[in-house]
């Protein structure tokens, strides 16, 4: 009941933060509110359920789908794949901070009761491939940015999914890695008011560097080496490796190959063949110093975060 409550609180103080005066952030929110009161009417059922299985009027009930459906609900509340229906509808509609904070910020609380619960089974390993294709495959043929980062979330939730399984400190230093660089990401489109792909080719008239940078970034969002993006990766990796999930790790690294391949076709085409400098464009916004170091880190921390380790 507890854990109950604090997702409503939660889910309650963040309805007021995503609605704006516009008729998309409107039917996110609502659509928002609707799905998150679904997943929470399901995890009280599956409580009751378990809670009568142990009564003493039904004693012999061997009543095992209650805790697959605890899981889903919260599954659901992530925007985990199969579930995840919702989630690129309610992103697409959202402004930049809030955006930030669906996808970094509302999957803690529910991330947290998913380790309490979670174990290796069939259920589990169908999340973790199912967002993995959904995350991977759901990218393809978009320009839509938000649609872009809801997607990559996806993606990212089967490697989390896959560290919960493991133990707590492998998907605690993941989901801290992806929630700085989705941060940077998201930082990057609101400096330039970035919503389409269309946008990025045509972007830095002034200063064609920022253009490198912002695919860079979503390189090591996406978990390419060298970037940072691959360390809690590598990290995942390794630890499934030891626990010999080879079949898993593998399916999911050749999945996650499929969406850099994406991300490169898109980035040729922004950098060779659309570039176009207008000489009649005296100024542009640059980038500041801030968002320099926070892409930087973003770009060449895979070193820094190997000798930490090497020095822990």
């Not at 996806?154 to 801290?176: E, P």
């Not at 660089?181 to 830095?204: A, D, E, G, K, W």
Request: proline content about 4%.
């Amino acid at each position: 009941m507890g854990a109950w409550v604090g997702l409503e609180i939660n889910l309650l103080s963040f309805i007021p933060l995503i609605t704006h005066n516009n008729q998309f952030s409107a039917e996110a929110a609502l659509k928002y509110f609707l799905v998150q009161a679904l997943a929470s009417a399901l995890l009280l059922f599956a409580v009751i359920l378990i809670y009568s299985a142990q009564s003493y009027l039904i004693s012999n009930f061997q009543f095992y789908p209650p805790h697959l459906l605890i899981r889903s609900a919260l599954f659901l509340k992530i925007g985990a794949a199969p579930f995840h229906f919702w989630f690129p509808g309610v992103i697409e509609g959202l402004r930049w901070p809030c955006n930030i904070l669906l996808i970094t910020w509302q999957k803690i609380a529910p991330l947290i009761l998913t380790s309490y619960i979670i174990s290796i089974n069939y259920f589990s390993i169908f999340i973790i491939i199912s967002s993995a294709i959904a995350g991977s495959l759901g990218g393809f043929n978009q320009t839509s940015l938000r649609k872009i980062i809801a997607y990559s979330s996806i993606n990212h939730l089967g490697w989390i999914t896959a560290a919960l399984i493991v133990r707590d400190s492998v998907w605690l230093l993941y989901f801290r890695f992806y929630s700085f660089l989705s941060l940077t990401s998201v930082i990057l489109f609101n400096q330039f008011q970035l919503s389409h792909l269309n946008q990025i080719y045509s972007l830095p008239l002034s200063n064609p560097f920022i253009k490198i940078l912002i695919f860079g970034n979503l390189f090591s969002l996406r978990g390419l080496p060298p970037f940072t993006g691959f360390f809690p990766k590598w990290i995942v990796i390794q630890t499934l490796v030891a626990l010999n999930h080879l079949f898993l790790i593998s399916f999911i690294v050749i999945i996650t190959l499929i969406t850099l391949f994406f991300y490169l076709r898109i980035t040729y085409s922004a950098i060779l063949l659309t570039h176009s400098e207008p000489k009649w464009v005296i100024s542009q916004t640059d980038i500041n110093a801030f968002l320099l170091f926070l892409v930087s880190l973003s770009l060449l921390g895979l070193p820094l975060s190997c000798l930490v380790i090497l020095i822990y």
